[in-house]
């Protein structure tokens, strides 16, 4: 009890005093999480509309695929992340180890087969609505996806949001891939991490309320922001 | 203007779903003009075959010949659905769509479907969302959203069902007016008021079969066989 009080305290002080450790690692937290977010929805939205619209031989399969993938546990995606990017690796020539475009990697990689699924999910309901006008219109698939991804832009929205709470919580992957250093890849998860087996428990817990409050924070912007797009925009 | 689409010839033409025939096989010419009216019980298969002359449904036997060969044919027809099917947009974005799909600029095909929403009495409603419309106002966005690429041939499936008398005969002249602007119509409907005022053909259906066809005005009232009679005068047919 008087550990979540002191953790409070802390990320009261830390908050109030503006800490640059804290601004610092918050907003390379926000700056990797919300990358990985964007490249993973714009890789897995369209995919997830894809295979919505599209019949083809091994479709049930690649949706089982892609569904198990959500699964997939970071550390080992860390793992193998590690092991392509490490200089003995076949991507070690580019120095990306240890670097947040390395976690950014290894988060794409967490992130998109959740976000694709979510998409697919819901585009697929929005499929079956539309079908037979889009068909009776004439459409090329390509345009049936455009149509499907836009007017699904609510639904898709929560499909980001879903990608993001797990991108910014997530602490396996990253840590393999960049490695926790200091004004260099250390973001809030690594650093509860690192603090809680220091023993500042204090200190971690009150880092621990900053990244609840961010990612709610970030929700709560983003429908906002969803709620006031003007309904005649197209 | 290149020739039209039409005639359209269905040859021994039927539709199949998991094993059983839903229609046909059918024998029939849609010729270049007039309105075509299908009647027929419920389950007679008017629905089936619109959607197999527009399409959307295979000939699981026989052909669906259009005089133009199918891909160009395909671009040139529209159809309105027993339910309106509404995209999530405002009513101008539904009726601009086709616009849109087919290569319209923007601000053209803006201007179009402002043009069709006015012509179809939603001229205040544009920036709604088409969500929000009423049953009536719904068909009227589906029918100028059929309209609005002047198709050579629009297949309509009882756009009036459900809808008052005032609603029914806004629409009818809206259809009146495409009809004289050159669009084929083929509708099918349950309400025989109708059918009388717009046919120039009509084809009473039954078990999935063209039971009966009658054409030229005074159509409807030249149907003869006993089971179209008992239909026309609300009898159960089966
Ligand atoms: N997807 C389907 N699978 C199986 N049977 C179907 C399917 N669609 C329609 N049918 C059947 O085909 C027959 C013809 O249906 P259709 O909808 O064409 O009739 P309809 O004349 O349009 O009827 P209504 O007046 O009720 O609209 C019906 O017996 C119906 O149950
Ligand atoms: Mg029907």
Known sequence: ?234 | MVGSILPLRLEAAAVRRGGNRLVGPVDLEIAAEGVTIVIGPNGSGKTSLLRLMHGLERAAEGRVRWAVPEAEARTRQAYVFQNPILMRRHVLGNIAYPLLVHGVHRAEARRRAADWAVKVGLGEALERQASSLSGGERQKLALARALIRQPDILFLDEPCANLDGRATREIEAILVAARDAGTRIVMATHDMGQARRLATEVFFLLQGQVHEAASGHGSLGRLATPEARAFLKGDIVE
């Open chain 1, 1 to 234: 009890m008087n550990e979540i009080l002191e953790g409070l305290i802390a990320a009261a002080r830390l908050v109030a005093t503006l800490d640059r450790d804290l601004t610092e690692i918050a907003a390379r937290s926000l700056q990797v999480s919300v990358t990985a977010v964007v490249i993973a929805s714009a890789l897995g939205m369209p995919l997830g509309a894809w295979l919505a619209v599209n019949r083809f031989r091994w479709r049930r399969h690649v949706i089982a695929v892609m569904n198990a993938l959500m699964g997939l546990p970071p550390v080992v995606v860390g793992l193998v992340v590690y092991l392509l990017l490490s200089r003995s690796g076949p991507f070690g020539v580019f120095g990306l180890l240890f670097t947040p475009t390395a976690m950014i990697v290894a988060q794409v990689i967490v992130v998109t087969p959740l976000v694709a699924s979510i998409a697919h999910q819901a585009i697929r309901e929005l499929w079956a609505d539309y079908h037979d006008l889009l068909i009776s219109i004439h459409t090329t698939k390509s345009q049936r996806v455009r149509a499907l991804l836009w007017d699904g832009r609510r639904t898709l929205l929560t499909a980001a949001l879903a990608g993001f709470g797990r991108a910014i919580g997530e602490v396996g992957a990253i840590m393999i891939v960049g490695g926790n250093i200091d004004h260099a890849t250390r973001v809030l998860t690594t650093a509860i991490a690192l603090e809680t087996e220091k023993g500042n428990l204090a200190l971690a817990l009150g880092l621990g309320f900053v990244l609840i409050a961010l990612a709610i924070a970030v929700n709560i912007l983003i429908h906002t922001l969803s709620r006031t797009e003007r309904a005649s925009q197209w």
